[in-house]
């Protein structure tokens, strides 16, 4: 078993789906977000206040670095940026959660936790500017996914059936 790494816009559902993967999978899940946040013991919202997109942009390349090196047999959910880590490829097979911005945020805004969901990502704090973002990103996700699923009006579990069999092709 290779890594699976999962790829896509903050809010997407990397997390719920990387849960549900390992629920029904071999796989053990790493959150980049999450090692970042260990490795400086302070939450991203506070790195990117006190030290900018640039710090936690090299944060997330020395995490990359790691991730090469140390893990096997993963599933590595991602931030919304780690997707330019110039390693990324060599991690693992890259599966790109897709769906339209305006998906997002609707299901960010549905979610019972949606005021602490968007306070966590300080890039969708100007909603112009993340849609912009979003439409920069999109075709460089695309280019770089090994496996695509869409993920619009789709559950966690329906989503997990998917990424397994796709992967499971693919390898």
């Not at 096997?72 to 991602?78: D, E, F, V």
Request: charge should be positive.
């Amino acid at each position: 078993m290779k890594n699976i790494v999962l790829i896509g816009f903050m809010g997407v559902g990397k997390g719920s789906v990387a849960r549900e993967i390992i629920k029904h999978s071999d796989y053990i899940a790493i959150d980049t977000d999450d090692l970042i946040e260990s490795m400086e013991n302070r939450k991203i919202k506070k790195i990117f206040k006190e030290e900018g997109e640039e710090y936690f942009r090299n944060l997330e390349k020395k995490i990359a670095l790691w991730l090469e090196k140390s893990l096997k047999n993963s599933l590595i959910s991602t931030g919304g940026g780690f997707y330019k880590v110039e390693n990324l490829k060599k991690i693992g097979t890259i599966v790109l959660l897709d769906s339209p911005f305006d998906e997002i945020i609707n299901r960010i805004k549905a979610h019972p936790n949606a005021k602490s969901k968007l306070k966590k990502r300080p890039l969708l704090s100007d909603l112009k500017k993340a849609k912009s973002l979003y439409n920069q990103r999109r075709p460089e996700y695309l280019s770089l996914a090994d496996i695509v699923v869409d993920v619009t009006n789709k559950s966690a579990r329906e989503c997990t059936t998917e990424i397994l069999n796709k992967v499971r092709r693919y390898a």
